[in-house]
């Protein structure tokens, strides 16, 4: 069983920063990568930013230069850093990480709950 965890979302005004964390816990053999979705009210989900186990990262347009993505290893961890918000940052905010639970296994696609961003003008 693997569980994905999300973190430190909430209410903030335009132009402020959030830090997003996800931890992933449970039978793990190898992390590989990870990333940021997030799905605002009535659009399809999109990828927001990505990071692979060696830390190359790819990001959305939309988001680059104001959107940090980021991980740690040590502690199966990856974090998003959400700089100079806007009103249409605001979504639902979920983690989701490739998995191998084992040797024999092939990769888990896995995703946590998500965590509600909300950005006020």
């Known amino acids: 069983q693997v569980q994905l965890v999300e973190s430190g979302g909430g209410l903030v005004q335009a132009g402020g920063s959030l830090r997003l964390s996800c931890a992933v816990s449970?039978?793990?053999?190898?992390?590989?990568?990870m990333g940021w979705y997030r799905q605002a009210p009535g659009k399809q989900r999109e990828l927001v930013a990505a990071?692979?186990?060696?830390?190359?990262?790819n990001s959305a347009d939309s988001v680059k230069g104001r959107f940090t993505i980021s991980r740690d290893n040590a502690k199966n961890t990856v974090y998003l850093q959400l700089n100079s918000l806007k009103p249409e940052d605001t979504a639902v905010y979920s983690c989701?990480?490739?998995?191998?639970?084992?040797?024999?296994?092939?990769?888990?696609?896995?995703w946590g709950k998500g965590t509600l961003v909300t950005v006020s003008s």
């Open positions: 990071i692979s186990s060696g830390g190359i990262t």
């Open positions: 989701n990480a490739e998995v191998m639970p084992a040797p024999w296994r092939g990769d888990m696609d896995c």
């Open positions: 449970g039978t793990i053999f190898r992390l590989n990568a």
